[in-house]
């Protein structure tokens, strides 16, 4: 005899599956110390890809509430009219409202670390949809040391023979043949060390004593004003 089997009742009044919301986010983003991370989709340290939800059951009337926090710091949404927000700034932020307006508050998004801090932060996502589901998203947040080395230009000088000493500044330029250099950081700048030829790196040293070279003497003093005596 055939085998069979008995199929389970289907009720035709019950409602399809559900499916849970779902976070798009980067898994990591940097950011310099001192500086604000916006989750904004540029490029470079400072900015990261947008956090957005989606959710395909998404209905009219329909009410999410996204919890965000950070570990160092504080996080700040876009004010969005009709939606509700909470403890906006603060290591832990309450946003309820529908899923168009809190993807608008998402799109504001910003993170200001302590001041002060470097290293490894962690941003969590928490997101409640009106059936009752909760998902997660953890971004690593890396802060790192925000002070940029200074940019330093070549400095070149001609003069003729039977010069007997030319002047000028490695640092602030003006005299024809200087670069001027700057620090992106905006700090004052000092000369630390000088050695004659090519060497690949400079220690410390040397600074307001003659230093002697093939065709001449260089005296450099910490300002970056040299005097060279062919």
Known sequence: AAASADAAPV???????????????????????????WFDGLAGHGHASPVQISDPNDAPGDLYQVKLWVSTGGATLADVPGAELRYNGQDW???????????????GLRIDPDDGFDGKARLGIQVNDPD?????????????????????????????PGTLAIGGNVITGGSPGETPDHDPD???LQLTGIVAGSASAVAPGGVGEPVAGLWGTLEIDCDGRYTYRP
Do not use: M
Request: aromatic share 4%; glycine share 8%.
């Open 132 to 160: 009752g589901y909760c998902v997660e998203r953890w971004i690593t947040i890396c802060v790192v040391d925000g002070n940029d080395p200074p940019v330093a230009g070549d400095d070149t000088r001609e003069f003729s």
């Open 93 to 107: 932020v309450e946003l309820t409202g529908s899923l168009e307006q809190v993807n608008q508050a998402l799109a």
């Open 11 to 37: 009720d035709a009044d019950s409602p399809p599956a559900h499916d849970k919301p779902s976070i798009s986010a980067a898994d990591k983003a940097s950011v310099r110390q001192g500086d604000s991370l």
């Open 186 to 188: 905006g700090d004052p």
